[in-house]
């Protein structure tokens, strides 16, 4: 086995069942491969694969960065609803910062709070108590955290495959070059 195919093989099998495209799989012998197809055909296959690789890295990467602003906000809003139910635990009057517009918040002074509204998004906003809010938002917290793990790990998969289908295209291309010098030579011999 070469080193290539211990690279390619070396792939945990939980990480590849995270990706929906097809396995990138290394040439290791290009004449073999291309038996019963034309260099071109096996070109714009692994071309192909290569575009869906590239289109799934452009969704994840995107994906990634609405998880990493989602989760500092939901850790934030978490933090908020634990420190209302340790005031309201030891009765204690909490000032409180809010919102009022971009950059214009206005000083509140709150006591006995005992629910809290939640943004669940497209302008949908429930009042919950705050047990219920704190169990939702943490769950939500661990819930986002666990898809930029996978996120992570899925990234770090397509770049194996897009680098293995990348070497497989110059591969192929290669073996077509160097079998069209052979036969160009073996046309000025005879």
Known sequence: MTDADEAASSLPAAKE???RV???EFI???GAFLEG???DAALQELEENYKKYK???QELRQSRVRLMTKVPEIAKALSAVELLIQKQEADEEVTLDFSLSEQVYAKAKVK???SVGLWLGADVMLDYPLEDAKQLLSTNLENAKRNLENNTRELEVLKDFTTITEVSIARVYNHDLMRKKGL???GQTA
């Open 28 to 30: 290791s012998d290009v």
């Open 37 to 39: 197809r034309t260099a």
């Open 17 to 19: 069942e995270l990706i």
């Open 184 to 186: 160009q030579k073996q």
């Open 55 to 57: 289109y799934i890295e």
């Open 22 to 24: 097809p396995k990138a």
């Open 112 to 114: 006995d709070v005992t």
